[in-house]
């Protein structure tokens, strides 16, 4: 590493609601934040088409729309935003110390602190029909897009304490909701399957996988699969559900920072602190229950707050 490498302030790597929102309160008290985007610019929300849940958007706004706005927001304070994907880290255990980052396996840079909001990745099935009609009917998220499909018949895919607790979401807003589980048996926690079982427009398939989604710019039906007989059965559905888990972004940070068993990033009690001094992290790569853009943004300016705090008291 040679005498010129930069040192940053306040580094933010993510560009989900929760990194944005961290870069706006952090431009706001002069940390002169720098934000790498990632791969995938703006996050999981750049593949979602309508927010109507992001409180001060009273008609609602395209996902993709609203990270630009978050990004135009960052900037309007002196947010650098840089296209780049953090490929390596060495963070200082030391109170006050430095921690070593490199973008692009190419560009070394130094900062005080860091704030990860590296977010999740919903798991999808891999079914070319399911890819074909992301967007157009499959969704990972009941909560953000179940709204759009009230009224009608939907299926939801995966059996953990999610897939119940958006079965029962969808259960509630929906004509019919049909939940595919690919054992004869629920992950989900017994007090979650007591309310799916409870909603009488629920219907559980046991040993039911999919097949194939049917249609052809948006989804019609469902070709689902009895795993134990082969026997195949097509319904007609207008949404499917895949709730079958998420995966934290966490690869990078192995082995020095604290995770739980599924790979997310443990904070310390109420704060965003993580087991480092002067590292944290928010929005979903310390989140998996709620998983909101709200809720993201909420932890962002937290992480923010706790960098900010962190700085007056080394300095
Ligand atoms: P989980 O990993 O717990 O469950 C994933 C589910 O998807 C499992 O039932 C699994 O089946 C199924 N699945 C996985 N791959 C496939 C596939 N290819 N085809 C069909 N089904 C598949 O993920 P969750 O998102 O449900 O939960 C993550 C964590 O968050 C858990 O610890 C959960 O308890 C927690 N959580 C807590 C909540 C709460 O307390 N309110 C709410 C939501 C989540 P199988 O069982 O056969 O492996």
Redesign the pocket.
């Known amino acids: 590493m040679s005498s010129t490498v930069e040192h940053i302030k306040c580094l933010i790597i993510g560009s989900g609601p929760a990194g944005y929102t961290a870069a706006i309160y952090a431009a706001r008290a002069d940390l002169n934040p720098v934000l790498y985007t990632g791969l995938e610019p703006g996050g999981q929300l750049t593949t979602t088409t309508e927010v109507d849940n992001f409180p001060g958007y009273p008609e609602g706004v395209d996902g993709p729309t609203m990270m630009v706005q978050l990004q135009q927001q960052a900037e309007r304070f002196g947010t650098q935003v840089r296209i780049g994907m953090v490929t390596h880290v060495e963070f200082s255990s030391e109170v006050g110390g430095v921690h070593k980052v490199v973008v692009d396996n190419t560009t070394h840079l130094t900062a005080d602190t860091v704030i990860i909001s590296t977010g999740a990745t919903a ?1 999808y ?1 891999g079914l070319p029909s399911e890819q074909k009609l992301r967007g157009g009917g499959v969704s990972a998220c009941a909560v953000c897009d179940g709204f759009f499909y009230r009224g009608q018949d939907v299926a939801i ?7 119940a ?1 958006e079965a029962t979401y969808l259960a509630n807003i929906c004509k019919s909701v049909t939940m ?1 589980v ?2 004869d048996e ?4 017994k007090a979650m399957q007591h309310r799916v079982f409870g909603m009488k427009n629920i219907n559980v398939r046991f040993n039911t ?1 999919v097949d194939e989604v049917l249609g052809d710019m948006v989804v019609e039906g469902l070709r689902m699969v009895n795993n134990e007989t082969g026997e195949k059965e097509e319904i007609a559905i207008t949404g499917l559900f895949i ?4 995966k934290p972004n966490t690869d990078l940070f192995k082995g020095q920072l604290d995770m739980d068993d ?1 790979g997310y990033l443990i904070t310390k009690g109420k704060s965003t602190k993580t087991n480092l001094p002067g590292v944290f992290a928010c929005g979903d790569v310390q989140d ?2 709620y998983r909101q853009a709200v809720t993201a943004a909420g932890t962002g300016c937290m992480a923010a707050l706790d960098a900010e705090r962190y700085l007056a008291s080394v300095e």
């Open positions: 798991k099935l895919v995966g059996a953990g304490d999610t897939a607790e595919l690919r054992r629920m992950r989900a926690s996988e709730a079958i888990g998420h599924t998996k229950e």
